[in-house]
Structures are given as C-alpha cells and as structure tokens.
C-alpha cells in the first residue's frame, strides 16, 4: 500500500453531489419501504441513481466527531481490484453490476444459506453508525454508514461449536474487474475474524452510507466494517462468509506477512516496518492528529485482547 502525500481539495470546493452520483442501482432488488425520493426521478435517471434509506435508527455506538464529505469518501479509496490508485475505484468501478447478488453464508452452522441484498435488507433494523475508519496508510475518515451488527447475519445460521473464526471473501472477476490482474496482491480479496471478534456489537455489516447505498467503490452492495481495526480487514462487496475452525488467510498478511498481521487492531504503539502509526491524517486536514489505541474503540473492545501480546499478534 502506498501513502498519499498530496493535499486533498477542502470539501466546500468539491462538486455539488449531484453532479457525481452515476451508479448503477439496485433499486429493483428492494422493497418499498427502501425506496424514497429517487422513486420520483426519471427512468433514465434511476437507472444510475443510489437508493435512499429512510427511518434508520440513530446508533449510540456513534462518535460525534466531524463527518468527510461523501466526495472525500466515495473519491479516495482503496479496492484494488479496481486500480492500485486511490482515484481509479470511483472510476472504474462505476458500471460494477451489484445485482442481483447473492451473499452464501455457510461453513460451521447449523443453518447455511444464501441471501440476497434485499433479505439482507430486511433481516435487521438498518442503523446509522457514525465511525473513525483508519487506514493502514495512516490516512483517516469519519463515515456515516448504515448497516447492522454482523452478528445479526451469524445468529440467523447458527454457528456450532466448531466455529471459531469467521472468513470472508470479495467477488471476484477478471472480465468485470480487468485493472485487478495489476493488483500485485492474491485475489479474491479475503479477510477473517476471529469469530468473538465478528460477533462484537461495533463489527458492522454495511449496505450503505450518507444515508443511500454504497456506490460500488465503497464496497458495493454490502461490505464489513471494522472500526477498530485498520482498514484492510473491512472488506468490500462480500460473496461469501465461511465459519471456520482455524485462522483463515487474510489477502494482505498473504500478500507481506511482516508488514500486515492477521489481527490488525488500530496500534500507535506498534508502528509498521516502513512508517510511524502513532499519528495519521484525516482527509481533508493538513495537520497529523495522534492515533487513538483501538482507533479509540478500546473501551469497547480491550477485553477482547486481555492477555494477548499486541505487538507479537500485530
Ligand atoms: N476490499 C477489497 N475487496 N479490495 C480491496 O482492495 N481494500 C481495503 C478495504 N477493503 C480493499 C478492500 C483497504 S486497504 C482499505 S483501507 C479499505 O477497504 C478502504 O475502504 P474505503 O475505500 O471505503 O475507504
């Protein structure tokens, strides 16, 4: 991964967000209670246009930091099977097909099955979660996402007492994603949990952000979030979640194993081999800003680490 030096445009001098939005819509895929004010747009205008959600309840996991502009987060991002750059994603990925789409929830359960983007939809109350995401790049960002806690999803399948971890895996195809054979790292992207981890309230299973689905550069039409972890295990637009006995692989600790751990955790006293973590930059700010133990979640998730040695388990 690269780090960005560059100054980001203040977002008062960005583009109006209308000007922008040209995505691919899964709006068939939803029920009516999903769909809003888009309903009222032409249907050519439809066809690119996000799908709003309404009535999401207000999370009291959220931080009440100042939110990025929804160009800083849909214009800078990583998704390597769309481009190395932090730019190439928002274009690239523009014509992403994201339904219909299927996400198979299998492995270790008593109950595998496959749902849809609308099953997932309705399978729990969709929550506004404000978060800090920080990247393992020492770049940093505070999203509106909405979503749910994936432990919703894995209570529905019923792990068995075989699970252990959860592994994750992102669609993959070269015919739609033809920048990914420059990738320089193994795909498909996967991740994994350990399966306390997963089922930890804050671990969020994400189907948008500002209030719409996620344009597909953001990880289209459902992805993870793990705000106390760096960015990489925030895997985007899942096919597959597997309950497992033992430690998956993870693409980037695959990829480089002393640079990237399986673990993860947000670490200003762990630096990586080539660069500080104990600070970062949020997008759109010129000054560096400490990084918080946890990516400042510790109060929730300390205990899931008691006893562990951070720096040997990076
Ligand atoms: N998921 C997939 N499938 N492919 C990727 O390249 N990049 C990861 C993560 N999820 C990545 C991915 C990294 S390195 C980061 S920092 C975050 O996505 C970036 O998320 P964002 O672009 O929404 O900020």
């Not at 670490?267 to 560096?288: F, K, M, S, Y």
Request: some cysteine; proline content about 8%; overall charge positive.
């Amino acid at each position: 991964m690269l780090i960005k030096t560059t100054i980001e445009i203040p977002s008062s001098e960005v583009t109006p967000k209308s000007l922008y939005l040209n995505r691919r819509s899964f709006l068939t895929a939803l029920p009516p209670a999903f769909l809003g004010a888009h309903e009222l747009l032409s249907p050519t205008a439809r066809a690119n246009a996000a799908v709003k959600f309404g009535d999401l309840i207000k999370s009291p996991l959220s931080t009440t930091e100042k939110q990025n502009s929804f160009k800083d987060v849909s214009t800078y991002n990583n998704f390597y099977e769309f481009g190395t750059s932090k730019e190439q994603p928002a274009q690239l990925a523009k014509n992403f097909k994201t339904s219909p789409w299927v996400v198979s929830v299998e492995g270790e359960v008593a109950k595998p099955r496959k749902f849809s983007v609308d099953e997932l939809l309705k399978l729990a109350p969709l929550e506004e979660r404000i978060y800090r995401h920080r990247c393992v790049e020492a770049w940093s960002i505070v999203v509106p996402w909405i979503g749910y806690s994936l432990s919703a999803l894995l209570k529905k399948v019923e792990p068995t007492s075989k699970a252990k971890f959860v592994y994750f895996e992102t669609y993959y195809d070269l015919k739609e994603m033809p920048e990914a054979k420059n990738a320089g790292i193994p795909l498909p992207y996967v991740e994994g949990l350990r399966l306390d981890e997963a089922m930890h309230p804050l671990a969020l299973l994400t189907m948008g952000m500002y209030g719409e689905s996620l344009p597909p550069q953001d990880g289209a039409p459902v992805r993870l979030i793990v705000p106390w972890k760096y960015g990489f295990k925030s895997i985007k637009s899942l096919v597959k979640i597997r309950l497992v006995s033992s430690q998956p692989l993870n693409t980037w600790n695959a990829s480089n194993s002393k640079e990237y751990g399986f673990y993860s955790n947000v670490n200003p006293q762990v630096d990586h081999p080539r660069w500080t973590q104990a600070n970062e930059r949020r997008l759109g700010e010129l000054r560096r800003r400490p990084t918080l133990m946890f990516n400042g979640y510790a109060d929730q998730v300390a205990s899931l680490y008691s006893g562990m040695d951070l720096k040997k388990n990076f």
